[in-house]
């Protein structure tokens, strides 16, 4: 409002608005959606955002696949971290069955999620430091994302959609390469992290650029339903983590860093710190890593061992009912939320005792909080709003699910 | 905050709204309501001190086509951060009739979470300022997340839902 009256005082550059099309397809949206904007030259009078480019009826898709097939739809939301979102898939089916893990499991889980919301924040970070103009830092902290996939690579198999675990646990112990990577990777990382701080943090054309650019208050942020390192630059200390504690996390020391003015600069600033806590958090799971199994014994939905299905009658049974997924569902309904890259993830699951779900809905903090983005740059410069889309992190397949 | 404060609270502010309430299976209390009582309802649930549920999480509609005259529900997640409580209101009201007053007002996030359920539902806010599909193309006639229609090759056998507490909806005929 206050933006509004500031900007209708002004007078228009040459006394009439443009139309621009920024998107669907630009290389400064990094994802597929539009924005078309009202500009009075440089500054824009309004925005509009259209999105669904990418909509893959997630919802759907699920109602009609077994629980276990599932996990790779949650692969394509956010898939700067797609391990988050398979756990918590895990964890929401986990919920409805009853089923508790063994720290072993969900110190493991921890792991791979902190590792992958590393992941995602680094794109993020090393993204806005593009966006003004800061090319080198991405090429750096892109090659540290290349070691964490080769990590996910170990675990799981693949590195991008990762259909990372399985309900009731992990699908294999971590290897001795992973081991080998883990202990390099949280030794060099550091190191090589704080040179990308060092080229940007108190780097005086990034800071310029970016404090004060596409501010928001924590009372707006708020109300637009801001979860996750958005809501966090605002002031307001909201950690899933912390409120709701999943997979243990309740043992750990870690900081919740919140920011002041939630502009891009407070967003950056509070993904890097995050990064070093998300480190923190690896490191001390990792050295007290429990011994003991790493899955729950839930044989209706964990299959079991191959040799095993080979050679006994019990385990070829449930291998059989796993994948043919005859397996009996609690009725009921759950919601269960985790601390995505950008927030908070839920997956409300209603069951009707079949072997899909009735109604899977999933909240999806990047569609959320991306509605509050034309409010966010109404009146800024266009090179502005496009420096608040990325700090935003709007994921586009998190976005149109 | 327990459920019986709550649920005493609103049989304080608004007797009569929560016209039943249960307990889900992950511990959220779950209260229902009728699509009157929806608005002034939420809005108690935000504005009263000793409720003080500030952030509305999601808010998701839901199809059931067996219970005939309470076919569509709205289902809203409410989550008070101070006290660390969620809640959920539902109601539900006939497919014909499909109308359910818009939230947008109490909440700004609640405006494409809205139009997202118009879109796949048909669920239509009334008083949303601009209530257009928002995922799917915007000359498609249906509600795709309606259980109204055939998903998979009719004659396939193999997965009999019949014997998996399942034998409405996905198994029956559409002609």
């Given amino acids: 409002?206050?933006?509004?009256?500031?900007?209708?005082?002004?007078?228009?550059?040459?006394?009439?608005?443009?139309?621009?099309?920024?998107?669907?397809?630009?290389?400064?949206?990094?994802?597929?959606?539009?924005?078309?904007?009202?500009?009075?030259?440089?500054?824009?009078?309004?925005?509009?955002?259209?999105?669904?480019?990418?909509?893959?009826?997630?919802?759907?898709?699920?109602?009609?696949?077994?629980?276990?097939?599932?996990?790779?739809?949650?692969?394509?939301?956010?898939?700067?971290?797609?391990?988050?979102?398979?756990?918590?898939?895990?964890?929401?089916?986990?919920?409805?069955?009853?089923?508790?893990?063994?720290?072993?499991?969900?110190?493991?889980?921890?792991i791979i999620m902190e590792l992958s919301r590393i992941a995602d924040h680094l794109v993020c970070n090393s993204v806005i430091g593009v966006d003004t103009g800061a090319l080198t830092g991405f090429t750096y902290m892109f090659q540290e994302r290349e070691r964490i996939y080769d990590l996910f690579e170990e675990v799981c198999g693949s590195r991008l959609t990762t259909n990372i675990g399985r309900i009731g646990g992990m699908e294999r112990d971590f290897t001795p390469a992973f081991h080998a990577k883990l202990k390099d990777f949280l030794k060099t990382f550091p190191p090589r992290f704080e040179e990308f701080c060092g080229l940007l943090e108190r780097n005086r054309i990034f800071m310029d650029r970016c404090i004060g650019a596409g501010p928001i208050t924590a009372e707006m942020a708020m109300a637009y339903g801001f979860t996750g390192p958005n809501l966090r630059a605002a002031g307001v200390d909201y950690d899933v983590r912390v409120m709701s504690p999943y997979s243990s996390y309740e043992d750990f020391d870690f900081i919740i860093p919140v920011g002041v003015n939630g502009d891009t600069y407070d967003r950056f600033m509070v993904r890097q710190e995050e990064i070093r806590q998300s480190l923190k958090i690896i490191n001390d799971a990792y050295n007290n890593l429990p011994e003991g199994p790493y899955h729950a014994d839930v044989p209706e939905f964990y299959l079991p061992d191959k040799p095993d299905v080979y050679t006994k009658m019990e385990a070829l049974i449930y291998h059989f009912k796993v994948v043919m997924q005859e397996t009996p569902i609690p009725v009921g309904e759950v919601y269960h939320c985790v601390e995505g890259g950008n927030g908070e993830l839920g997956f409300y699951l209603i069951s009707d005792g079949g072997r899909t779900p009735y109604r899977l809905h999933f909240r999806r903090p990047c569609f959320i909080y991306y509605q509050a983005y034309p409010e966010m740059i109404k009146g800024a410069m266009l090179s502005d709003a496009i420096l608040t889309m990325s700090s935003m992190n709007v994921i586009a397949g998190e976005l149109d699910a | 905050?327990?459920?019986?404060?709550?649920?005493?609270?609103?049989?304080?502010?608004?007797?009569?709204?929560?016209?039943?309430?249960?307990?889900?299976?992950?511990?959220?209390?779950?209260?229902?309501?009728?699509?009157?009582?929806?608005?002034?309802?939420?809005?108690?649930?935000?504005?009263?001190?000793?409720l003080g549920f500030n952030f509305l999480t999601s808010l998701c509609a839901i199809h059931y086509p067996e219970n005939a005259g309470q076919e569509l529900g709205m289902i809203y997640h409410l989550h008070n951060w101070t006290k660390n409580v969620r809640i959920r209101v539902k109601i539900y009201f006939p497919k014909e009739d499909a109308h359910v007053p818009t939230i947008c007002t109490l909440w700004p996030s609640a405006n494409w979470q809205e139009r997202q359920e118009y879109d796949f539902f048909g669920v239509v806010f009334t008083g949303h300022p601009d209530l257009r599909r928002i995922l799917n193309v915007d000359d498609m006639d249906v509600f795709p997340m309606r259980k109204e229609y055939r998903l998979e090759d009719g004659t396939r056998t193999d997965k009999d839902d019949r014997f998996f507490g399942r034998d409405g909806h996905e198994g029956r005929s559409f002609d």
């Fill in chain 1, 1 to 110: 409002m206050q933006v509004q009256s500031y900007f209708s005082s002004l007078d228009n550059i040459d006394g009439e608005l443009a139309t621009l099309n920024l998107g669907p397809t630009h290389p400064a949206t990094h994802g597929i959606f539009q924005n078309v904007l009202k500009m009075d030259g440089e500054k824009i009078v309004s925005g509009e955002p259209t999105i669904g480019y990418i909509h893959r009826a997630f919802e759907k898709l699920a109602e009609r696949r077994p629980y276990n097939q599932i996990t790779p739809i949650t692969d394509r939301l956010n898939y700067c971290s797609s391990p988050i979102n398979n756990m918590g898939w895990h964890m929401t089916v986990e919920k409805l069955i009853g089923c508790e893990l063994p720290k072993r499991a969900q110190y493991m889980r921890i």
């Fill in chain 2, 1 to 50: 905050m327990e459920s019986e404060q709550i649920l005493g609270r609103l049989a304080e502010t608004m007797p009569g709204a929560v016209t039943a309430h249960d307990t889900a299976m992950d511990g959220i209390l779950n209260i229902h309501t009728t699509r009157e009582q929806l608005y002034p309802l939420l809005q108690t649930l935000r504005d009263d001190a000793q």
